[in-house]
């Protein structure tokens, strides 16, 4: 499978940039997860819930279809660190006024500057928190 991993990634980078591109072009919307869930619970607007579903229905075609392995979940830590990093996670989402997938993805590829500094800041963040886990602690 190590083989052919450069080329599904490839295709998955290809598919999700697509599907963010269609959503700006069709609806006129950012492909930001955290606001298209968070705009599903708030509203009733059909396209939000049809899109979390299309999330849910390609990771499960990958698993069914062997193209994808379910993670490894005993290297997780604690459920209390997850929910903590899961909390955190969602108050910087909110502090960002957008997660990874808004900034990361469909910021850069509009050239916007607040998602390269936010980017830039997950990013960041994310290697110094693997140094200090992973060297200092």
Sequence with gaps: MFEM?????LLGG?????AALMLLLVNGRIAGISGILAGALQSRQLWRWVFLLGLGAGAWSGFTLGLAEMPD???LPSWP????AGLLVGVGTRLANGCTSGHG?????????????ATLTFM???????FVTHHLL
Excluded: D, E, Y
């Design 5 to 9: 991993q450069w080329l599904l990634s």
């Design 14 to 18: 290809a598919l999700v940039g697509s």
């Design 73 to 75: 979940f005993t290297a």
């Design 81 to 84: 660190v997850v929910a903590l």
């Design 105 to 117: 993805i469909c910021g850069l590829g509009r050239l916007s500057p607040r998602s390269m500094v």
């Design 124 to 130: 960041g963040v994310a290697a110094l928190t693997v």
